[in-house]
């Protein structure tokens, strides 16, 4: 049996500020939920530095583990498929839904993989289609009832007792990096990182206002033709950001 250590820990910090000790380490993540804790918002996750990362494009795919990584042909989910059976846990009682486990993003493009469709967008920002990272510990947090917890499965191990003891020096691994963080001084959640130097930020349309106006209503036109009965019509807006991603983060939360 795979069973996940799971943990209480005391701290001071919201989830917020605990991820601002976390942000800039190895593909940091920070599942912040925003909405009602009686509902969907109840749980908040933070986790860096995985033990495997995969990554696609089509069917050329590379997996990231132990400072080395290897290239393979294979479909993303298939592969993925086979890395969740390896990596499992068994079923067991935890205050928290997750205790490690697989963050990351499935692109629209991926579809192309599962049936044929046209593609005549042109790919100019060349991104992975598939971007996952497979987490052996993690914080999380109960903004309901206001307790926060590490978790950690103890993979890539996988026979005991080197699972059980990898687990547990890792749970005391993110103990210990909280506990020193608590020591530093941490921002408010509600604090207004530094104005960006320069002013105001320019940003940039790959549409004009009547090319946007122009597919608005060549959209309407085929609803009324019955030939389809919804559009999702998008705009990419960009900007040189003066600022680190996190702090543009912090602004919008």
Known sequence: MRHPLVEEVA??????QAFGLFHERPFSFFLD??????R????SFIGSDPFLVLRSRGSRVSLLGGGEEAAVHDSPFDLLSRLLDTYQLSPSQSPVPLCGGVVGYFSYDLGRLLERLPATARDDLQLPECYLGFYDALFAFDNLDGKAYVASSGFPALEEPERTERARSRLEELKAMLVAGVSRFV???DAQPPAPPGGRVALTSNFTR???LRAVQRVREYIIAGDIFQANLSQRFVADLPVAPYELYRRLR
């Open 40 to 43: 969907l918002g109840r749980y």
């Open 187 to 189: 921002p408010p959640d």
């Open 210 to 212: 009547q090319e946007y």
């Open 11 to 16: 701290t001071p910090l919201s989830p917020a």
């Open 33 to 38: 939920s925003g909405m009602d804790p009686q």
